[in-house]
């Protein structure tokens, strides 16, 4: 069955700092992973869409890498500002072929 | 073009009442799909439908049901609310399988006392 977890749960950095979210899933055989931004309140909105074919996709100040042998996500967040502040979550396919397994999340807040 | 609608935005139930979450979508995607989102645990698939008349359970469908009478539409159907459904709903799109990009509405917030 497959899993996601993502580390660490909460983030606070302050503005302008670089840093990584980890994304890890049990089961390498995936063929594409996403990653979703959660404002509060609100829907989740598409960041990024990696396929298995790709090692990484970049949009913006965003990075997003694959290593599907090792079962791992990172996304990169260059320059950090507050309007990054959300929570970021992760997906990949599970079973089945239409399912989505989500990550519970890494909330980020980017301190000004 | 107003993407992924869901209605009511909150609501409050009490156990054992009975209701209908709306989703709509303009998008013409077939793929249409329900989530819970509840604090800690990401988001689980309630239901899903891969087209016009054709549902298919998800990871937690018990005490839910949905219909799929036309592209745009997905209801999904509390029978019987219980405390324990008292989450956050979600309603996505895609436009095929779960290698596309996913849409999401803006949510439904359940409380049930």
């Known amino acids: 069955k497959q899993e996601v977890t993502q580390i660490p749960a909460a983030l606070s950095v302050p503005e302008g700092e670089n840093l990584v979210l980890n994304c890890s899933f049990t089961?390498?055989?995936?063929?594409?992973l996403q990653w979703f931004r959660q404002d509060p309140g609100k829907g989740l909105t598409s960041l990024l869409l990696i396929q298995s074919s790709q090692r990484e996709q970049t949009s913006g100040r965003l990075n997003a890498s694959l290593d599907k042998s090792s079962g791992r996500s990172t996304l990169y967040i260059a320059a950090s500002q507050p309007g990054d502040s959300a929570t970021y979550l992760c997906?990949?396919?599970?079973?089945?072929?239409?399912?989505?397994?989500f990550g519970a999340g890494t909330r980020l807040f980017v301190k000004a | 073009n107003a993407g992924v609608t869901q209605t009511p935005k909150f609501q409050v139930l009490k156990t054992g009442q009975s209701m209908t979450l709306q989703c709509a979508q303009d998008m013409n995607h077939e793929y249409m799909s329900w989530y819970r989102q509840d604090p800690g645990m990401g988001l689980r698939l309630i239901h899903y439908s891969v087209g016009a008349g054709i549902t298919d359970q998800g990871e937690v469908p018990n005490g839910y049901n949905v219909s799929r009478s036309t592209t745009e539409d997905f209801p999904l159907r509390l029978l019987s609310a219980a405390p324990s459904q008292t989450s956050v709903y979600f309603c996505a799109t895609h436009l095929q399988g779960s290698g596309e990009t996913q849409y999401f509405g803006p949510g439904t917030r359940l409380l049930v006392l």
């Open positions: 089961d390498s055989a995936i063929y594409n």
């Open positions: 997906a990949v396919p599970g079973g089945g072929g239409f399912k989505t397994i």
